[in-house]
């Protein structure tokens, strides 16, 4: 514990007294120093005991000083009597109380480095002892840390040495660990805090109140692999900061230990995904490594546009459901095998283009991983999930690129733009394949108008609407300008 005032006037054999301030005799003393200067403020950094006999002091100056001390924060003021003061001057003593400023009378046989000597030993002794606490919470925290669950285990430890509570957050400001468990009821009021953070980027630290919790969070590592928030009432001694520091760095090695292992096993699971869509029998061998697969038949699901493949694989991995889920990364898309019962998780990820195979099997994985891929791609113009049995309902037009099949409907209805009774005519007569009588009926005309209008239509195109090959042009390029948004 620091030394305090009112350990010094416990000293008897310093002799001191206190003559005002009494109530603040609590306050810890940094250093002592000694000046004669009518204003010794700008050789102070506060904390001091600040002695002095007076000599350059005039009583109708004692207000002026005593403001000037405690603005710049000293712990007190002692002032020695016998030499320019016979006693303390009752104006000092009277600003002194005022303030709540402890004005401390040294005797005359009490040198003023038999203070220095007692604060100085006081320092020394505190320090070694702060040293020694720091030394022995380092190394609890070691061996937390090389325990089976370090990161949890370290949360712990932290929490029970500075009886404080601890959060720790992932890189996405998620929950890894909390002690108490019951600090994780904290997390929604820091949101704002951890989303400052992140934005920083790299090494950070930031300290804030949080009600009547004081806060300390700490990114962890370069990279900010995730955040470090520890709180509790009242502020955090210089000892409780190196611990805190010890812990973070501590849980960075861990996390990067973790994180490596992370992207080891993923690099496993992909190279079995490449065997097992190759045909080799690998279940056994992924039983082994308790990489589960889904029961037969499953879907096979590929998310595609993910930024960074390998924070997506983590973050699925964090996050799994109860039902057994195969998930590793096949050219640009991270793929997921898994049942009916973890579909709905899988394909509720945000941020990715979307698509699902038919039901599938380890025989059928290929074809499988193709449909998937492929309904992607049209996941990623649909902006939707995509299932591949919903590609033929959707259509030709969606396996083919929204430019592509625009510019080929433009060059294709080129003759007739400007004719809507043309293209309307058109269009219903092919949707009646070709038969007059209903087309017309269905718009309402002659059927000798209609064949006027499709004679007129071969005419600009210049060509025959008697060429199967022409119709299904003429109507993919219809659907086309009929899509919604095209």
Known sequence: MPLTLRDLVADAGLGLVARAGAQALDRPVSWVHTSEL????????????????????RA?????????????????????????????????????????LP????????????????????????????LRRTSRAQHELAQAAGTSNGLAALVRKLARLLDVWVLLLD??????????????????????????????????????????????????????????VVGRRGPFATTDH?????????LTLALEQVEALGAARRRLRSGFLELMLRGEPVRDVLADLHAELPPEPFRVVALAGARDRDELLSRLAADLPSAPVYLAEHDDVVVGLVGDGGLPWLTGQPGVAIGVSEPSGIAGLAEGLRQAQQA??????????????????????????????????DAVLAPLRGQDVLVESLRTWLAHHGQWDPAASRLGVHRHTLRNRVRKVEELLGRSLDQPGVRAELWLALQVIDRPGE
């Open 38 to 57: 009518a204003d010794p403020t700008p050789f102070l950094e506060g904390g001091e005991l600040l002695l002095s006999t007076g000599l350059a002091l």
């Open 60 to 100: 109708e100056d004692s207000r002026e000083l005593v403001e000037r001390l405690t603005a710049v924060g000293v712990a007190g003021l002692g002032f020695g009597v016998g030499l320019s003061h016979r006693r303390i001057p009752p104006e000092l003593v009277a600003a002194a109380e005022r303030a709540a």
């Open 103 to 130: 004005l401390l009378e040294v005797p005359r046989p009490t040198p003023f480095i038999a203070i220095s000597k007692a604060v100085s030993r006081a320092v020394a002794a505190d320090e070694y002892a702060s």
């Open 171 to 228: 890189a996405g400001g998620r929950l890894l660990h909390s002690a108490p468990a019951a600090a994780s009821a904290r997390l929604g009021q820091l949101e704002s805090e951890v989303d400052k953070m992140r934005a920083k980027r790299g090494l950070a630290a930031a300290g804030f109140s949080l009600g009547d919790q004081e806060v300390s969070m700490q990114a962890l590592g370069g990279r900010a692999r995730g955040f470090l």
């Open 242 to 250: 190196h611990v805190i520091n010890s812990a973070a760095s501590l």
């Open 376 to 409: 992607a791609r049209a996941a990623k113009r649909a902006d939707t999930v995509v299932h591949f049995r919903d590609l033929a309902g959707y259509g030709l037009l969606n396996l083919v690129p929204v430019d592509d099949a625009r510019a080929f409907a």
